[in-house]
């Protein structure tokens, strides 16, 4: 029960964040802004996280779990709500502040109560499903947003979205246990030394490494699929919601088989099979052609299979690095890692990629190479936490 209701919290501020993407090709045409005006509306909900994240970790161990997660998701669902009444690019970006600020800290919240709840051993396959959420969000959140969005206009998605997530809340607050054991009665300053020591951990920080490399490989590409999806392939804009429906699908598969894998196999293994087999979908797309519809779903679902999936052993991987009392402060780290790694590579991807006059992307496959070697030093960073968590073991037994 707790694990679905901590995927049902994702699933809400991930369809927050991935309904931005394919709404990208309608905000420009409604707006008139350009692919980097356009990447700074996804990067700011990014950037906004990274910054409440950091100050997230310095309290996340001074209060109950529960606590925090109840008041970031009111948080999120004002800032969303925001997104919603807004008339002008201006307002839009003031929203999507917002929203990432309390919405991107929820991710952090979200992954320490899995630590929390679910053992080690086990914790592969509840990763797994909690992160499956991205992959319902896209089944099932951003194609009915999608819907409403050119039923009744972009504004009404994020409307959806805020209806969506009340519900949750009042189960959140319902269901989950106080989870209050790490708190630590500790003052002002000796929290912010506390931070400090383990901002700077040396495996700690190996860590958060790996979570900036894969997410700025993931986030150079992902909003940009849409745009280039409409432009250079022929995908209509009334199509994009298929993309979603198909490849969220096959995805919440692949994410719960991978979370089993991570479990059987190992964390590191799993990751560089993943990884290396998502040389072949970035590649494909980020230079595809025109395609038929039917074409360009396969492809475009072996691409978020394969991205979304290398998530999952990562994130199994550096859960085991950090010590009980550390983790609340540690996850929330590694989650303002992650939103700075996205809010960067998304402003990278859109200061590579060109509007040439004919309304086509140019230099996408670009921003795929850079990607590719992006992936393989997070494969090289990997392999130096799975060596600090069998260090750590050997040194527990």
């Known amino acids: 029960m707790y694990v679905f209701l901590l995927a049902a919290i994702q699933f809400a501020h991930i369809v927050d964040f991935v309904v931005m993407m394919p709404l ?85 919240i979200v992954f320490a109560m899995v630590t929390d709840l679910i053992p080690f051993q086990r914790r592969g396959a509840a990763m797994g499903v909690v992160m499956s959420a991205f992959s319902v969000a896209s089944v099932i959140g951003v194609p009915i947003g999608l819907a409403l969005a050119n039923r009744f206009g972009w504004e009404i998605s994020f409307l959806f979205i805020v209806l969506t997530s009340f519900p949750i809340w009042i189960a959140s607050f319902i269901i989950f246990p106080k989870l209050d054991g790490h708190i630590q009665k500790k003052s002002a300053s000796e929290d912010l030394k506390r931070f400090g020591k383990l901002l700077l951990n040396w495996d700690y920080a190996r860590s958060y490494v790996l979570v900036l490399l894969i997410s700025t490989s993931s986030f150079m590409i992902i909003p940009f699929l849409s745009p280039y999806a409409v432009k250079n392939v022929g995908i209509l804009e009334t199509q994009l919601k298929y993309i979603y429906l198909v490849g969220g699908f096959f995805t919440v598969i692949s994410s719960r088989l991978i979370g089993k894998l991570t479990d059987r196999f190992g964390a590191y293994r799993v990751f560089f099979i993943t990884a290396i087999i998502s040389f072949i979908p970035i590649k494909l797309y980020t230079s595809a052609p025109p395609l038929e519809l039917a074409v360009f779903l396969a492809l475009s679902a072996f691409f978020m299979t394969m991205v979304s999936g290398r998530f999952i052993p990562v994130m199994t991987l550096v859960s085991g690095v950090a010590d009980l009392e550390d983790r609340g402060t540690f996850m929330g780290l590694l989650n303002s890692i992650r939103a700075l790694g996205s809010a960067l590579a998304t402003l990278i991807g859109g200061a590579i990629i060109v509007e040439n006059l004919d309304g086509k992307l140019e230099r996408f496959d670009d921003v795929g190479y850079l990607s590719i070697f992006i992936t393989i030093l997070a494969i090289t960073f990997g392999l130096v936490i799975n060596n600090i968590l069998k260090r750590k073991r050997a040194h527990e037994q």
């Open 24 to 108: 990208g090709p309608v905000l420009m045409r409604v707006f008139g802004i350009s692919p980097i005006e356009f990447a700074s509306l996804v990067s700011s909900y990014s950037f906004s996280a990274a910054v409440a994240g950091v100050l997230y970790g310095v309290i996340a161990d001074r209060f109950a779990r529960k606590t925090l997660l109840q008041f970031c998701f009111i948080g999120f669902m004002a800032g969303t709500l925001l997104c919603a009444l807004s008339s002008s690019f201006e307002t839009l970006l003031v929203g999507r502040i917002v929203a990432g600020c309390f919405g991107g800290v929820l991710n952090g």
